[in-house]
């Protein structure tokens, strides 16, 4: 089994930063990618962003420019930067470990708040 444990969310006024962290632990085979997703109230889940083991990133249109995601490799952890925030950012932010055979594992998710 894997297991994600996210941290770093709360609440934050608009144009404030946050800095989310993700560590995997347990039965990791070789991963793929780590990354983020998001969930806001009465919408889907969506890509925040994703590095792979490669080194390729990829982002949301509506985050490039304020979000930087980074690894830790040897320490199975992933990080999620986010400045500029806005009230659209407003969601349940999941961390995401794909692992060499594409299986999908997820955290329990952190709250991210944006609000004056």
């Known amino acids: 089994q894997v297991q994600l444990v996210e941290s770093g969310g709360g609440l934050v006024q608009p144009g404030g930063s946050l800095k989310l962290s993700c560590v995997a632990s347990?039965?990791?085979?070789?991963?793929?990618?780590m990354g983020w997703y998001r969930q806001a109230p009465g919408k889907q889940r969506e890509l925040v962003a994703v590095s792979t083991t490669g080194g390729n990133t990829n982002y949301a249109d509506s985050v490039k420019g304020r979000f930087t995601i980074a690894r830790d490799n040897a320490k199975n952890t992933v990080y999620l930067q986010m400045n500029s925030l806005k009230p659209e950012d407003t969601a349940v932010y999941y961390c995401n470990l794909k692992n060499r055979f594409f299986q999908n594992y997820w955290g329990q998710g952190t709250q991210v708040t944006v609000s004056s």
């Open positions: 347990g039965s990791i085979s070789s991963i793929y990618s």
